[in-house]
């Protein structure tokens, strides 16, 4: 089983929608998690940290499911500028510097 | 704001020749990690490097492999004799020191395209 599972999309969704994406992790001793956001051919860049009372910024939110092992992401009223692969990420207790990436989920946001 | 850098964006290699990537990390960051993203694939662990030795390194990362640390602000990725497999992305990130909150979230560099023919 993946470390780190993410549905691929893309979902394409108009402007002003609210689209979430889901991420599963299968192991249970996985300490910090993440959501960064790449766009084609660039760096991944850190959209938020995830906690476990979840957290928001700005018109994304971001959850924490322990028992069921899934993070989440919720971004409402979508711009066009956030088109781009979204990618979930965890780190382990044993190993807090390893990065473990999903394969990432592609937003399109249409006009 | 400080960000970590990479040279060169792009390198064009041949079969069988050594390649050193290079990358500038954020100057007071104390970890530092090498990531490779084939085209159209997850990004993956390389290595992670910490006081001057690896701390953690992946089975990608083999004997073709070497990270060096030559002064203070240079880190480095070799790749001894490369292959048409390792064509890549190949991102560098570090780390900001303990203590505080998120002192493991990691800052990654624009990357490094390797191309071998």
């Known amino acids: 089983r993946k470390e780190v599972e993410q549905d691929p999309g893309p979902f394409n969704v108009p402007e002003g929608a609210t689209v979430a994406f889901n991420c599963t992790y299968s192991?249970?001793?996985?300490?910090?998690f993440f959501w960064y956001r790449q766009d084609c051919r660039k760096e991944p860049k850190l959209l938020m940290s995830?906690?476990?009372s979840g957290n928001e910024d700005g018109r994304f939110t971001a959850q924490l499911n322990r028992a069921s092992q899934y993070i989440s992401l919720l971004i409402r009223d979508s711009k066009l500028s956030d088109s781009a692969t979204y990618l979930c990420?965890?780190?382990?207790?044993?190993?807090?510097?390893?990065?473990?990436f999903g394969s990432g989920t592609k937003l399109n946001v249409k006009p | 704001e400080p960000e970590v850098t990479q040279t060169p964006s792009h390198q064009v290699t041949q079969m069988g020749q050594e390649v050193i990537l290079r990358c500038v990390p954020i100057?007071?960051?104390?970890?530092f990690y090498w990531y490779r993203q084939i085209l159209g694939q997850k990004v993956e662990f390389l290595v992670s490097?910490?006081?001057?030795?690896?701390?953690?390194k992946s089975e990608i990362f083999d004997d073709q492999f070497s990270v060096e640390r030559p002064d203070g602000s240079n880190f480095t990725l070799k790749i001894r004799s490369t292959k048409l497999e390792d064509s890549a992305m190949y991102f560098c990130?570090?780390?900001?020191?303990?203590?505080?909150?998120?002192?493991?979230?990691?800052?990654f560099g624009p990357g490094t395209r390797l191309t071998v023919l």
């Open positions: 990130a570090s780390n900001p020191p303990p203590p505080g909150s998120g002192t493991d979230t990691q800052y």
């Open positions: 192991n249970s001793a996985s300490q910090s």
């Open positions: 490097f910490y006081n001057n030795e690896i701390s953690e």
């Open positions: 990420v965890v780190t382990r207790t044993d190993n807090f510097n390893k990065f473990y």
């Open positions: 100057s007071n960051h104390l970890y």
């Open positions: 995830v906690y476990s």
